[in-house]
């Protein structure tokens, strides 16, 4: 069964860092599209990264800008996304997520889904 795992997920006070990690079970990574997604109780899963198969592109939104970054690891077959300037409002459940072709938005464009890992931004 192909199979995705978080892992990295923990508290920090505000400001701080967390490097979050998708690794595969029974695949390669870097034949797909892989993105990271958020989801706080009771909102939509938000988009929060997302990296082209070649890794040669990678998107984020505006409400992460210029403090979290999405990168291949292709010995480890791993990708990570390195979270700095953590603010109350990054709170959520992480997860990472794979599609062929190109980076979407859309939750619903994506498949095999991992568990999950959390993140608190709390002092």
């Known amino acids: 069964q192909l199979q995705l795992v978080e892992s990295g997920g923990g508290l920090v006070q505000p400001g701080g860092s967390l490097r979050l990690s998708c690794a595969a079970s029974?695949?390669?990574?870097?034949?797909?599209?892989i993105a990271w997604f958020r989801q706080a109780p009771g909102k939509a899963r938000e988009g929060v990264s997302c990296?082209?198969?070649?890794?040669?592109?990678?998107y984020y939104p505006d409400s992460v800008k210029g403090r979290f970054t999405i990168s291949r690891d292709y010995a480890k077959n791993t990708v990570d996304l390195q979270m700095n300037s953590l603010k109350p409002e990054d709170t959520a459940t992480y997860y990472c997520?794979?599609?062929?072709?190109?980076?979407?938005?859309?939750?619903?464009?994506?498949?095999?889904w991992g568990q999950g890992t959390q993140v608190t931004a709390s002092s």
């Open positions: 990296i082209s198969s070649s890794g040669n592109s990678t």
């Open positions: 029974r695949f390669i990574l870097d034949n797909y599209v």
């Open positions: 997520t794979r599609r062929f072709g190109v980076c979407l938005p859309q939750a619903s464009e994506y498949r095999t």
